[in-house]
């Protein structure tokens, strides 16, 4: 129960009943999923506007099969409405709004086209019927959110990696792999530029004795002062998972982290369960074995929605600039500088007050040389 299965596998999911989908939505749906061969089975989709359709907005509280007179000439009226769960080429899963289990769906062709950007798990999107073939996306409804970066392939190419989020969990480990604090400054800003929250999972509990928790505690004190809230949990012994539930319950949740910092068992331990394949650590070199290779959708019980992403070695930020930049760094505001426009750069250090703050540890050191590459990759 609660995982949404990967496309290709028939794993069921259980019934709505009081959850709701990602992306707003309230509960219940269709009190009867559509029998097989209905609308549910066989869905087809507007394409986005501007691109050869548009379909009026309907709330997201509206679930199950809807009717859009007039949506797309040659194509029936009869739109549904679910929320991806999993994304491969050409292709994706649909969890429809008040069904029991996903649908594989195709992706209309200019929308296969542009796909690394324009969907992600946690979309929500709309469907239509197609005689003697699969269903077809054909529309992606506006986010509320959207975590993403460049792609690695093509950095000229958003890769969109999750959507309609109320909060990034950057999960990291005390041990295997290594525990990397600037990797926390660029999710957080890319949450922040996607209009999402963060906060910071610290796995692994039981790896680190006292000094290691020690340094790394020293290491999450900005991050405490930005007010982001830290968990620390051990999936081996339990620890922190209650409050980390607590944490996430009734949200939808993204959690990104290197490969192996443990975010399938977390998944596994918050829902009770051992559904999510989890892969181990290489001990040669301490990194991950991408078990996760492409991002999934999960229900849990109480009604929390979970992406699992795919491990990431380096995360890039996508439409970075100056303005955006400087509201990642929220801490710097407290000390002005003499002129308004400084970047706290190459400034001497009698007219910025960001250095002056700096250089009496009133701004974290670390902090400050991650603003200074960040700023000189722009």
């Known amino acids: 129960m609660g995982r949404i299965r990967h496309p290709h596998q028939e794993r069921p999911v259980p019934p709505h009943g009081s959850d709701r989908?990602?992306?707003?939505?309230?509960?219940?749906g269709h009190p009867h999923p559509p029998a097989p061969g209905d609308l549910v089975h066989r869905l087809r989709v507007l394409l986005p506007p501007g691109r050869g359709g548009?379909?009026?907005?309907?709330?997201?509280?509206?679930l199950g099969t809807q009717r859009t007179p007039g949506s797309r000439?040659?194509?029936?009226a009869a739109v549904t409405?679910?929320?991806?769960?999993?994304v491969r080429r050409g292709a994706c899963e649909v969890l429809v709004d008040g069904a029991d289990t996903t649908i594989h769906c195709s992706l209309a062709p200019d929308l296969a086209v542009v796909q690394k950007s324009a969907i992600a798990v946690g979309d929500r999107v709309e469907l239509e019927e197609r005689p003697d073939a699969e269903p077809l996306v054909i529309r992606v409804r506006p986010r509320r959110s959207l975590l993403s970066r460049p792609d690695p392939m093509d950095p000229g190419i958003q890769r969109a990696i999750a959507a309609n989020i109320d909060i990034v969990v950057i999960v990291m480990a005390t041990r295997r792999p290594t525990f990397k604090a600037r990797l926390i400054d660029r999710?957080?800003?890319?949450?922040?530029?996607?209009?999402?929250?963060?906060?910071v999972v610290i796995?692994?509990?039981d790896l680190a004795d006292d000094r290691r928790r020690a340094d790394i505690e020293a290491q999450l004190a900005p991050y405490r002062?930005?007010?982001?809230?830290?968990?620390w949990t051990s999936t081996r012994t339990g620890a922190g998972i209650d409050a980390l539930r607590d944490l996430l319950r009734g949200r939808t949740a993204a959690l990104v982290g290197h490969s192996g910092v443990g975010k399938s068992s977390l998944i596994n331990a918050l829902r009770d369960a051992e559904h999510v394949e989890v892969g181990a650590v290489r001990h040669k070199d301490g990194k991950g074995r991408h078990t996760t290779t492409f991002s999934a959708l999960h229900r849990l019980p109480d009604g929390t929605w979970i992406i699992d992403t795919p491990g990431v070695r380096a995360f890039g930020l996508w439409g970075l600039d100056r303005d955006s930049l400087r509201k990642g760094f929220p801490e710097f505001d407290a000390y002005p500088c003499r002129y308004a426009d400084c970047a706290h750069d190459a400034e001497p250090e009698a007219d910025c007050g960001v250095k002056q703050a700096v250089a009496s540890g009133a701004i974290n050191p670390a902090r400050y040389d991650t603003y200074r590459r960040l700023l000189a990759s722009l």
Not at 73 to 76: A, E, I, R
Not at 187 to 199: D, K, P, T
């Open 21 to 28: 989908p990602p992306g707003g939505g309230r509960a219940g």
């Open 54 to 62: 548009h379909l009026p907005e309907q709330p997201d509280r509206r």
């Open 73 to 76: 000439p040659g194509l029936g």
């Open 81 to 86: 409405v679910g929320t991806v769960a999993g």
């Open 187 to 199: 999710i957080h800003l890319a949450a922040h530029q996607g209009g999402a929250r963060s906060a």
């Open 203 to 205: 796995n692994k509990l």
């Open 225 to 231: 002062d930005l007010d982001l809230p830290v968990v």
